[in-house]
């Protein structure tokens, strides 16, 4: 959206996520370092999660782990430039890393306002 406003000349929109590639685009610049982020609370390909990739490091959280309490770890951090095929979660070992990334990827989802998946209660009921 931002790269379209700036086409137009027109007043960017605020609170949209996003920055402008036009200045990418015309001088082939290398855009500014950035986290990039995702978020999937349903189940589509997958169980709910949300990631964020910061340089060569990316952060998955799955969502059942972290808000069911389930004793399973809710992160896993992958070095990408060592281990394209996310193999080997450093989660446990680089822990600083992995609360910093948590911290990003909680404030970014505040930020835009996205909906945590919410647990069912009465999936857990006994008949």
Request: aromatic share 12%; charged share 25%.
């Given at each position: 959206?931002?790269?379209?406003c700036?086409?137009?000349?027109?007043?960017?929109?605020?609170?949209?996520?996003g920055?402008?590639?036009?200045?990418?685009?015309?001088?082939?610049?290398?855009?500014?370092?950035?986290?990039?982020?995702w978020?999937?609370?349903?189940?589509?390909?997958?169980?709910?999660?949300?990631?964020?990739?910061?340089?060569?490091?990316?952060?998955?959280?799955?969502?059942?782990?972290?808000?069911l309490?389930?004793?399973?770890?809710?992160?896993?951090?992958?070095?990408?430039?060592?281990?394209?095929?996310e193999?080997v979660?450093?989660?446990d070992?680089?822990?600083t890393?992995?609360?910093k990334?948590?911290?990003d990827?909680?404030?970014?989802?505040?930020?835009?306002?996205?909906?945590m998946?919410?647990?069912?209660?009465k999936?857990f009921?006994k008949?």
């Amino acid at each position: 959206m931002p790269t379209f406003c700036d086409l137009l000349n027109v007043d960017k929109i605020p609170d949209v996520d996003g920055i402008s590639l036009l200045s990418h685009l015309k001088t082939r610049v290398p855009l500014p370092e950035r986290n990039l982020f995702w978020h999937y609370p349903h189940y589509h390909n997958g169980p709910p999660c949300g990631a964020v990739r910061s340089g060569r490091w990316k952060l998955i959280e799955w969502y059942e782990n972290s808000l069911l309490e389930t004793g399973k770890p809710a992160f896993e951090l992958y070095d990408l430039e060592n281990d394209i095929s996310e193999s080997v979660s450093l989660a446990d070992s680089l822990k600083t890393l992995t609360m910093k990334l948590a911290g990003d990827l909680q404030r970014w989802r505040e930020a835009v306002y996205a909906q945590m998946p919410v647990p069912n209660a009465k999936y857990f009921e006994k008949e």
